[in-house]
T-cell receptor, first 110, second 111 residues
Framework: SQTIHQWPATLVQPVGSPLSLECTVE??????LYWYRQAAGRGLQLLFY??????ISSEVPQNLSASRPQDRQFILSSKKLLLSDSGFYLC?????????FGPGTRLLVL | GENVEQHPSTLSVQEGDSAVIKCTYS??????FPWYKQELGKRPQLIIDIRSNVGEKKDQRIAVTLNKTAKHFSLHITETQPEDSAVYFC??????????FGKGTSLLVTP
Protein backbone atom coordinates (compact mmCIF):
# COMPACT_ATOMS: atom_id res chain seq x y z
CA SER A 1 0.00 0.00 0.00
CA GLN A 2 1.03 3.59 -0.54
CA THR A 3 2.31 5.67 2.35
CA ILE A 4 3.71 9.17 2.63
CA HIS A 5 6.24 10.31 5.21
CA GLN A 6 7.27 13.76 6.31
CA TRP A 7 9.95 14.86 8.69
CA PRO A 8 10.51 16.39 10.99
CA ALA A 9 7.08 16.42 12.62
CA THR A 10 7.73 19.68 14.43
CA LEU A 11 10.44 22.30 14.10
CA VAL A 12 11.29 25.53 15.88
CA GLN A 13 13.71 27.75 13.99
CA PRO A 14 15.04 31.28 14.47
CA VAL A 15 14.37 33.99 11.90
CA GLY A 16 17.05 33.99 9.21
CA SER A 17 17.96 30.34 9.59
CA PRO A 18 17.78 27.83 6.73
CA LEU A 19 15.07 25.21 6.31
CA SER A 20 14.85 21.77 4.81
CA LEU A 21 11.68 19.67 5.00
CA GLU A 22 11.53 16.25 3.43
CA CYS A 23 8.69 14.20 2.02
CA THR A 24 8.92 10.66 0.70
CA VAL A 25 6.30 8.41 -0.82
CA GLU A 26 6.33 4.62 -0.76
CA UNK A 27 4.40 2.07 -2.76
CA UNK A 28 3.90 4.05 -5.93
CA UNK A 29 5.93 5.34 -8.83
CA UNK A 30 5.89 8.61 -10.73
CA UNK A 31 3.41 10.37 -8.43
CA UNK A 32 2.52 14.04 -8.70
CA LEU A 33 3.83 15.67 -5.52
CA TYR A 34 2.69 18.86 -3.83
CA TRP A 35 3.73 21.18 -1.00
CA TYR A 36 1.01 23.12 0.82
CA ARG A 37 1.22 25.57 3.69
CA GLN A 38 -1.54 26.15 6.19
CA ALA A 39 -1.31 29.12 8.52
CA ALA A 40 -3.07 28.77 11.88
CA GLY A 41 -6.83 28.58 11.37
CA ARG A 42 -6.53 29.20 7.65
CA GLY A 43 -6.92 27.37 4.36
CA LEU A 44 -4.52 25.33 2.25
CA GLN A 45 -2.10 27.35 0.14
CA LEU A 46 -0.44 25.44 -2.71
CA LEU A 47 3.27 26.31 -2.79
CA PHE A 48 4.84 23.93 -5.32
CA TYR A 49 3.95 20.90 -7.35
CA UNK A 50 6.00 18.42 -9.34
CA UNK A 51 5.03 15.97 -12.05
CA UNK A 52 8.45 14.32 -12.22
CA UNK A 53 12.12 14.35 -11.22
CA UNK A 54 13.57 17.84 -11.54
CA UNK A 55 10.21 19.32 -12.61
CA ILE A 56 8.95 21.98 -10.20
CA SER A 57 6.14 24.47 -10.65
CA SER A 58 5.85 27.37 -8.23
CA GLU A 59 2.44 28.73 -7.37
CA VAL A 60 3.40 31.54 -5.03
CA PRO A 61 6.59 33.65 -5.26
CA GLN A 62 8.33 33.75 -1.89
CA ASN A 63 11.57 32.83 -0.15
CA LEU A 64 10.90 29.10 -0.41
CA SER A 65 12.10 26.64 -3.03
CA ALA A 66 11.43 23.00 -3.80
CA SER A 67 13.39 20.18 -5.36
CA ARG A 68 12.65 16.66 -6.47
CA PRO A 69 15.95 14.77 -6.62
CA GLN A 70 14.31 11.34 -6.82
CA ASP A 71 10.98 10.05 -8.08
CA ARG A 72 9.50 9.66 -4.61
CA GLN A 73 11.29 12.43 -2.74
CA PHE A 74 10.20 16.06 -2.52
CA ILE A 75 12.12 18.65 -0.53
CA LEU A 76 11.07 22.12 0.60
CA SER A 77 13.86 24.57 1.41
CA SER A 78 14.58 28.10 2.43
CA LYS A 79 17.88 29.95 2.78
CA LYS A 80 16.50 32.45 5.31
CA LEU A 81 13.27 31.94 7.21
CA LEU A 82 10.83 34.76 7.90
CA LEU A 83 8.36 34.99 10.78
CA SER A 84 5.58 34.65 8.21
CA ASP A 85 6.90 31.22 7.22
CA SER A 86 5.43 29.73 10.39
CA GLY A 87 2.68 27.22 9.67
CA PHE A 88 1.72 23.65 9.01
CA TYR A 89 3.49 22.28 5.93
CA LEU A 90 1.76 19.44 4.18
CA CYS A 91 3.14 17.25 1.45
CA UNK A 92 0.60 15.51 -0.78
CA UNK A 93 0.66 13.05 -3.63
CA UNK A 94 -1.70 11.69 -6.20
CA UNK A 95 -1.75 9.09 -8.89
CA UNK A 96 -4.81 9.78 -10.96
CA UNK A 97 -7.40 11.99 -9.31
CA UNK A 98 -7.27 11.17 -5.63
CA UNK A 99 -4.89 13.25 -3.55
CA UNK A 100 -3.56 12.15 -0.17
CA PHE A 101 -1.81 14.26 2.42
CA GLY A 102 1.20 13.43 4.54
CA PRO A 103 1.17 13.89 8.32
CA GLY A 104 2.64 17.40 8.05
CA THR A 105 5.44 19.39 9.65
CA ARG A 106 4.55 22.09 12.13
CA LEU A 107 7.06 24.94 11.79
CA LEU A 108 7.40 27.78 14.25
CA VAL A 109 9.74 30.62 13.33
CA LEU A 110 10.78 32.79 16.27
CA GLY B 1 -7.33 29.70 -13.27
CA GLU B 2 -9.87 27.93 -11.11
CA ASN B 3 -11.48 29.84 -8.22
CA VAL B 4 -13.39 27.92 -5.55
CA GLU B 5 -15.70 29.74 -3.14
CA GLN B 6 -16.93 27.96 -0.01
CA HIS B 7 -19.76 28.93 2.35
CA PRO B 8 -20.36 29.26 5.19
CA SER B 9 -16.99 29.80 6.86
CA THR B 10 -18.42 28.62 10.20
CA LEU B 11 -21.42 26.42 10.93
CA SER B 12 -22.88 25.36 14.26
CA VAL B 13 -25.57 22.68 14.46
CA GLN B 14 -27.10 20.60 17.20
CA GLU B 15 -26.38 16.92 17.36
CA GLY B 16 -28.78 15.03 15.13
CA ASP B 17 -29.43 17.94 12.79
CA SER B 18 -28.18 18.12 9.21
CA ALA B 19 -25.32 20.28 7.98
CA VAL B 20 -24.87 21.60 4.46
CA ILE B 21 -21.73 23.21 3.04
CA LYS B 22 -21.77 24.77 -0.41
CA CYS B 23 -19.03 25.46 -2.94
CA THR B 24 -18.93 27.14 -6.32
CA TYR B 25 -16.22 26.88 -8.95
CA SER B 26 -15.37 28.96 -11.99
CA UNK B 27 -13.60 26.68 -14.47
CA UNK B 28 -16.06 24.66 -16.54
CA UNK B 29 -13.23 22.24 -17.39
CA UNK B 30 -13.07 21.04 -13.75
CA UNK B 31 -14.39 17.51 -13.51
CA UNK B 32 -13.29 16.21 -10.12
CA PHE B 33 -14.66 17.49 -6.79
CA PRO B 34 -13.34 16.01 -3.52
CA TRP B 35 -14.20 16.93 0.05
CA TYR B 36 -11.70 16.74 2.91
CA LYS B 37 -12.19 16.72 6.67
CA GLN B 38 -9.45 18.12 8.87
CA GLU B 39 -9.53 17.54 12.60
CA LEU B 40 -7.57 19.87 14.85
CA GLY B 41 -3.84 19.42 14.43
CA LYS B 42 -4.17 16.65 11.86
CA ARG B 43 -3.85 16.26 8.12
CA PRO B 44 -6.86 16.67 5.80
CA GLN B 45 -8.53 13.36 5.07
CA LEU B 46 -10.57 12.61 1.96
CA ILE B 47 -14.14 11.79 2.96
CA ILE B 48 -15.99 11.73 -0.36
CA ASP B 49 -15.53 12.79 -3.94
CA ILE B 50 -17.63 13.14 -7.05
CA ARG B 51 -16.89 13.28 -10.74
CA SER B 52 -18.64 15.44 -13.27
CA ASN B 53 -20.47 12.53 -14.89
CA VAL B 54 -22.40 11.95 -11.65
CA GLY B 55 -24.97 14.24 -10.03
CA GLU B 56 -25.04 12.77 -6.55
CA LYS B 57 -23.05 10.35 -4.42
CA LYS B 58 -23.81 9.04 -0.97
CA ASP B 59 -21.77 7.24 1.66
CA GLN B 60 -23.71 6.51 4.84
CA ARG B 61 -24.43 9.88 6.49
CA ILE B 62 -22.47 11.88 3.93
CA ALA B 63 -23.66 12.90 0.48
CA VAL B 64 -22.36 15.22 -2.20
CA THR B 65 -24.38 16.80 -4.99
CA LEU B 66 -23.07 18.46 -8.14
CA ASN B 67 -24.78 20.90 -10.47
CA LYS B 68 -22.50 21.30 -13.48
CA THR B 69 -24.69 23.89 -15.16
CA ALA B 70 -24.62 26.19 -12.16
CA LYS B 71 -21.04 25.19 -11.26
CA HIS B 72 -21.77 24.40 -7.65
CA PHE B 73 -21.51 21.37 -5.42
CA SER B 74 -22.53 20.71 -1.85
CA LEU B 75 -21.72 18.44 1.06
CA HIS B 76 -24.59 17.13 3.15
CA ILE B 77 -24.08 15.51 6.54
CA THR B 78 -27.16 13.99 8.14
CA GLU B 79 -27.70 12.98 11.77
CA THR B 80 -24.63 14.93 12.83
CA GLN B 81 -22.55 13.72 15.75
CA PRO B 82 -19.99 15.57 17.91
CA GLU B 83 -17.18 13.70 16.14
CA ASP B 84 -18.23 15.38 12.89
CA SER B 85 -16.84 18.63 14.33
CA ALA B 86 -13.89 19.62 12.14
CA VAL B 87 -12.90 21.89 9.28
CA TYR B 88 -14.21 20.76 5.91
CA PHE B 89 -12.59 21.75 2.61
CA CYS B 90 -14.05 21.43 -0.85
CA UNK B 91 -11.85 21.35 -3.94
CA UNK B 92 -12.16 21.33 -7.70
CA UNK B 93 -9.75 20.22 -10.38
CA UNK B 94 -9.32 18.97 -13.86
CA UNK B 95 -8.67 15.28 -13.28
CA UNK B 96 -5.01 14.57 -12.54
CA UNK B 97 -4.05 18.19 -11.97
CA UNK B 98 -3.54 20.21 -8.79
CA UNK B 99 -6.59 20.67 -6.57
CA UNK B 100 -7.97 24.15 -5.99
CA PHE B 101 -9.30 24.36 -2.46
CA GLY B 102 -12.01 26.46 -0.88
CA LYS B 103 -11.11 28.35 2.29
CA GLY B 104 -12.78 25.83 4.57
CA THR B 105 -15.84 25.57 6.81
CA SER B 106 -15.46 25.09 10.54
CA LEU B 107 -18.29 22.82 11.64
CA LEU B 108 -19.23 22.56 15.31
CA VAL B 109 -21.74 19.94 16.41
CA THR B 110 -23.04 20.62 19.90
CA PRO B 111 -24.52 17.83 22.05
Amino acid sequence: SQTIHQWPATLVQPVGSPLSLECTVEGTSNPNLYWYRQAAGRGLQLLFYSVGIGQISSEVPQNLSASRPQDRQFILSSKKLLLSDSGFYLCAWNVGETQYFGPGTRLLVL
Amino acid sequence: GENVEQHPSTLSVQEGDSAVIKCTYSDSASNYFPWYKQELGKRPQLIIDIRSNVGEKKDQRIAVTLNKTAKHFSLHITETQPEDSAVYFCAAAVSGYALNFGKGTSLLVTP
